[in-house]
C-alpha cells in the first residue's frame, strides 16, 4: 500500500495574493464627523475649494517692513499700525513699519518681517523700532497657498486617515468627510473547553476548561481596523450548532470570522460547516504558527439583503492563540483594509522588515517560514521569547516584533535577521 500523497502547502505570500484578490472593496459610503474619522478611509478625494493659508501672513511676532526702506542695519522706523492675528491691517504707508504678531496677514505693501529679536524699541513706547536685521524679501513671510492651493487634491481616495489628516481636512473647512462604510463582521470562538472570564472563578475551573483569550484580542483588532462586530460568543464543537451559527451570521455581515476547530480533528467542524453552505477556497498554509488558517464563503440565503453577491466571506482562524494573532495581522489586517478600499500598496502587503542582529540562536531549521516573536534590545540585536510554543500567549504580549524566519534556515548569534516590528502591523 503507498501513503497518500500530501498536496503541499499554500506559502504564505500566494495565500495573501489569493485572500486579497477576493476581497472586493465596499462600495457603501458614509458621511461621518470630520472629529470620528480616524482609521476610516475616504471614498471619494478630497479636492481643495480655498488656499491655505488663505492670504500671505506672517510667521513670527515682530515688524512687517518694506526691505526697500532698510538701507542698513540699525535704521529706524515708525511703527505706523498694529496687526494681530485674526485682523487684517491697512496698507503699509512707506517708510514706516507695521507691528505684527504669528499668523497675521501681511499688510499690501510689505515684503518681509523682521523678528522682533532683530529690533530695539526707541524710547519706551513702541512708536518707533530700530531695525538690526536687515531682512531678505519675503523673510518669515508664510505664501498664500503654500500649504494648499485651491483645486488640488489633498487627500485621495483610498486613504486611511490618521490623526494629520483630520487635521488637514479640517483646515479646508470640512465638518464631514465621506468614507467607505464599516466591514460588518461577525466574530465567533469554537470549543466546548473554552469558559468566559467572569463566569467561573479561577479555582472553580472545571478539568479541561480554559478561559477564551481568543474572543478579546480578536474583537479589540477588529476594532482597531474599522469593523463593526457582532461578537456571537462561543459555539459548541458540534456540526448543527456551526452550521446554524454560520448559516444566521452570513445572512448580515460581509465577513464571518472564526477561531478555532478548523484543523483535522473528528471536533473541528469549521471545515466541512463551510464546505456544506459554501465553499472553502484556502486552507493551510506553510507558516508557523499559523497553519490551519482557511479562507471561503459561506451563502447567503436569497433575500437576506446581501449585498457581496449574495455570499459572506468567511476566514477562519486557528485555535492556538498565538497562531490565532499572527494569522490576523499577517493576512486578516490587509483582507480588511481592501475592503474598505485601501489604496496603498504597501498597506497590504507584509511591513518593510529590518535587519538587525540576533542575540539568540534558533539551532534547529523548520520546514514551514517562522514568526518567531522576539524583542528588540538596548544592545541594538533582537532576543527571542524563550517558549514559542503558538499556546504561548505571554510570547505576544512580551514581544514588540516577529523575526520573519525562512523555512529551513537555522540562526545562530550573529546573523542577520529579518525583524518586523509589531507597531507596523497594528498601524
Ligand atoms: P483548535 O484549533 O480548536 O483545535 O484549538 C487549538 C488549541 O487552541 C486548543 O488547545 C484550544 O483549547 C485552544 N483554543 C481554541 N480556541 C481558543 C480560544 N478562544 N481562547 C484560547 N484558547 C483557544
Ligand atoms: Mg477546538
Redesign the pocket.
Known amino acids: 500500500m503507498t501513503a497518500p500523497v500530501r498536496a503541499p502547502l499554500m506559502a504564505l505570500d500566494d495565500a495573501l495574493h489569493a485572500l486579497l484578490s477576493h476581497a472586493l472593496p465596499l462600495t457603501d459610503t458614509e458621511s461621518v464627523a470630520t472629529f470620528d474619522a480616524v482609521g476610516r478611509v475616504l471614498a471619494t478625494d478630497l479636492v481643495s475649494a480655498l488656499q491655505v493659508p488663505p492670504r500671505d501672513n506672517s510667521s513670527m511676532d515682530g515688524y512687517a517692513v518694506r526691505v526697500a526702506d532698510l538701507p542698513e542695519a540699525g535704521t529706524v522706523l515708525p511703527v505706523s499700525q498694529r496687526i494681530p492675528a485674526g485682523h487684517a491691517g491697512e496698507p503699509l504707508r512707506p517708510g514706516t513699519c507695521a507691528r505684527i504678531f504669528t499668523g497675521a496677514p501681511m499688510p499690501e505693501g510689505a515684503d518681509a518681517v523682521v523678528m522682533q529679536e532683530d529690533t530695539r524699541e526707541v524710547g519706551g513706547d513702541f512708536h518707533a523700532v530700530h531695525i538690526d536685521a536687515i531682512p531678505q524679501p519675503g523673510q518669515w513671510v508664510r505664501r498664500a497657498g503654500e500649504d494648499v492651493t485651491r483645486g488640488s487634491v489633498v487627500l485621495a481616495r483610498g486613504v486611511r486617515l490618521d490623526e494629520a489628516a483630520l487635521g488637514l481636512a479640517a483646515s479646508l473647512g470640512l465638518a464631514h468627510l465621506t468614507v467607505t462604510r464599516r466591514p460588518r463582521v461577525a466574530l465567533f470562538?469554537?470549543?466546548d473547553?473554552?469558559v468566559m472570564p467572569g463566569e467561573v472563578p479561577p479555582e472553580a475551573m472545571p478539568p479541561g476548561a480554559?478561559?477564551?483569550?481568543?474572543?478579546f484580542f480578536?474583537r479589540a483588532l477588529l476594532q482597531r481596523f474599522g469593523c463593526e462586530v457582532s461578537d456571537l460568543g462561543?459555539v459548541p464543537?458540534r456540526r448543527e450548532a456551526t452550521l446554524a451559527a454560520l448559516k444566521t451570521a452570513a445572512d448580515h455581515h460581509d465577513l464571518i470570522l472564526t477561531?478555532?476547530?478548523?484543523?483535522v480533528?473528528e471536533?473541528?467542524h469549521i471545515k466541512p460547516a463551510v464546505q456544506q453552505l459554501g465553499e472553502l477556497a484556502l486552507w493551510q498554509i506553510a507558516m508557523k504558527p499559523g497553519k490551519?488558517f482557511a479562507y471561503g464563503h459561506v451563502r447567503r440565503d436569497a433575500g437576506a439583503g446581501a449585498d457581496v453577491a449574495g455570499r459572506c466571506h468567511f476566514i477562519g482562524l486557528?485555535?492556538?492563540?498565538v497562531?490565532?494573532y499572527v494569522t490576523f495581522l499577517l493576512l486578516v489586517r490587509p483582507f480588511l483594509l481592501q475592503l474598505q478600499g485601501v489604496a496603498d500598496p504597501s498597506a497590504l502587503r507584509l511591513p518593510a522588515a529590518m535587519r538587525l542582529r540576533a542575540d539568540f540562536a534558533v539551532p534547529r531549521a523548520d520546514k514551514r517560514r517562522e514568526f518567531l516573536r522576539a524583542r528588540r534590545n538596548a544592545q541594538g540585536g533582537v532576543d527571542l521569547f524563550p517558549n514559542q510554543s503558538?499556546?504561548v500567549?505571554t510570547s505576544v504580549a512580551w514581544a514588540d516584533g516577529l523575526v520573519d524566519n525562512p523555512a529551513g534556515t537555522t540562526i545562530a548569534p550573529g546573523d542577520v535577521v529579518h525583524f518586523i516590528a509589531l507597531a507596523d502591523l497594528l498601524s
Open positions: 470562538s469554537t470549543g473547553e473554552l480554559i478561559y477564551n483569550s481568543n474572543r480578536l462561543i464543537d477561531s478555532g476547530g478548523v484543523s480533528g471536533e473541528d490551519p486557528p485555535g492556538n492563540p497562531s490565532s503558538s499556546g500567549l
